[in-house]
């Protein structure tokens, strides 16, 4: 019997394999850039997704201030509800925590992976932990920067155009296919006659 491991395996040797529960009419956006309502309907289900990890925190820590702050401080100096600001900064670096390591590890965020996006290098390959820091960091402190997508005619927010990155429509389940920074091995061709071709066409 083929485990599903062995399944990932075979399709992730022949390419990315699309979903087949995507309708025919989306497969054709494979690969394009991706506009600013899908880019933004996938950056709130971020951070909602982060908001509640906050708000549990921010309960559980009540719940334990309540219960043993009178064995811990007999005075009552320490308020019980806890402080909403740290919670905020705490927000900020959950945030950016959890873009690096989904953008540097899968290539895409839980909200990405949902709305069927990709983020990636110049090069459309997943790019390394120092980019996706920087990246990160960019979109937690910078989020209007994604309204520049509606302006840009490749849909690239600030972030992408400083950091040389973009968001593309990718329904495949296959993750190896977009290994970070690394050419594909090119098999040898025989050397052959030359040949007089027209030049590429330019962007």
Request: with cysteine; proline share 6%.
């Amino acid at each position: 019997m083929t485990s599903f491991q062995q399944y990932r395996d075979h399709h992730d040797a022949q390419g990315p394999l699309v979903l087949e529960t995507v309708a025919a009419a989306g497969r054709r956006y494979q690969g394009d850039r991706a506009g600013f309502v899908i880019r933004a309907i996938a950056a709130v289900l971020d951070v909602v997704f982060v908001g509640v990890i906050v708000v549990l925190l921010w309960i559980g820590l009540w719940l334990f201030l309540l219960i043993f702050n009178h064995i811990i401080d007999p005075d009552l100096t320490v308020e019980v509800t806890p402080p909403s600001g740290y919670f905020l900064l705490a927000g900020y670096l959950l945030m950016w925590l959890y873009w690096t390591w989904m953008w540097a590890t899968n290539g895409r965020s839980l909200g990405q992976y949902l709305m069927g996006l990709r983020v990636v290098g110049r090069q459309g390959r997943r790019f390394g932990w120092k980019l996706a820091m920087l990246r990160s960091g960019f979109c937690a402190v910078f989020a209007p920067g994604l309204v520049w997508a509606i302006i840009s005619p490749r849909n690239r927010s600030v972030q992408d155009v400083m950091l040389r990155t973009s968001v593309i429509h990718d329904w495949s389940s296959s993750s190896s296919a977009s290994s970070p920074e690394s050419a594909p091995e090119s098999s040898p061709t025989p050397v052959s006659a030359p040949t007089t071709s027209p030049p590429d066409a330019g962007e």
